[in-house]
Nanobody, 112 residues
Framework: QVQLVESGGGLVQPGGSLRLSCAASGFAFSGAFMRWARQAPGKELEWLSGIWGSGVVKTYADSVKDRFIISRDNTKDTLYLQLNDVRSEDTGVYYC?????RGQGTQVTVSA
C-alpha cells in the first residue's frame, strides 16, 4: 500500500534552516507528481510546493517562494523540502502527498 513518512521537523530559530524528508513506498515514485503542504494551528491546509517526476519542474506558493526548495531523489524514493530563513508563520505540521495520499506529518516550530 502507499506509504508516505515525513521526518526532519523540530524546533528552529527564526532565520534558521531545516530539511524535511518524505520516504515514499507502494507506488511508482519516480513518475509521480509530489507535493508539500502544511497546516498551521487553527488554519486550513496550505499547499506549499510541487515537483514533477524528473525533478526539473517545480512550483511554489508565493508565501515560500525564494525561501523553500523542493527536491527529490528518485534513487531513494524520497522527497525533500529545504526550509530557509524560516519565520514564525512557518510553524505548523508539514505533510507530503501523492494524489489523495498523505503522510502523518512532521511538526515544525519556529521560535526563539
Amino acid at each position: 500500500q502507499v506509504q508516505l513518512v515525513e521526518s526532519g521537523g523540530g524546533l528552529v530559530q527564526p532565520g534558521g534552516s531545516l530539511r524535511l524528508s518524505c520516504a515514499a513506498s507502494g507506488f511508482a515514485f519516480s513518475g509521480a507528481f509530489m507535493r508539500w503542504a502544511r497546516q498551521a494551528p487553527g488554519k486550513e491546509l496550505e499547499w506549499l510546493s510541487g515537483i514533477w517526476g524528473s525533478g526539473v519542474v517545480k512550483t511554489y506558493a508565493d508565501s515560500v517562494k525564494d525561501r523553500f526548495i523542493i527536491s527529490r531523489d528518485n534513487t531513494k524514493d524520497t522527497l525533500y523540502l529545504q526550509l530557509n530563513d524560516v519565520r514564525s508563520e512557518d510553524t505548523g505540521v508539514y505533510y507530503c502527498s501523492w494524489g489523495a495520499s498523505r503522510g502523518q506529518g512532521t511538526q515544525v516550530t519556529v521560535s526563539a
